[in-house]
């Protein structure tokens, strides 16, 4: 019984081994680095623009109840009124997220030590067919 396997390593893996298993996507990463890293860019940002965004939804919303009884909610109007709104919600929202998108992608490029692996990007096709819908009870 000695003498039998436990399927445990007993040499370190090859150069080769070891640059194939990375270009495969096979390489250890850290969950709360990436979580650190989010964290603290959106916070950081957060802080940083707080006054500035305060400002500009206490504008928005002065804007919407000063004009709340002159404020025409015709079909015509609601294209404009769309645009405006999607406008400022990105103008509160881009620099959080956009502080929180570059501190994921450093931190993944850390792990990974700046080396890309197109082959762990690659998309994979998934087949659905194992699926089964209920059709009797649509009818």
Do not use: C
Not at 89 to 94: G, R, S
Not at 108 to 137: C, I, N, W
């Amino acid at each position: 019984m000695s003498g039998e396997s436990s399927g445990e390593k007993t040499e370190q893996a090859s150069a080769k081994k070891l640059a194939d298993a990375f270009n495969e996507g096979q390489f250890a990463k850290s969950a709360e680095v990436q979580t650190l890293f989010v964290t603290t860019a959106a916070t950081a940002t957060l802080f940083s623009s707080a006054k500035g965004m305060w400002n500009q939804m206490q504008e928005t919303a002065e804007g919407i109840f000063h004009g709340l009884y002159t404020i025409e909610v015709v079909p015509s109007m609601m294209a404009s009124y769309s645009t405006t709104a999607a406008s400022t919600f990105t103008q509160l929202v881009a620099p959080t997220l956009g502080a929180a998108s570059g501190a994921a992608l450093l931190a993944g490029a850390m792990q990974t030590k700046f080396r890309l692996t197109p082959k762990a990007a690659e998309l994979k096709s998934v087949s659905y067919t194992h699926l089964t819908l209920p059709t009797s009870d649509l009818v």
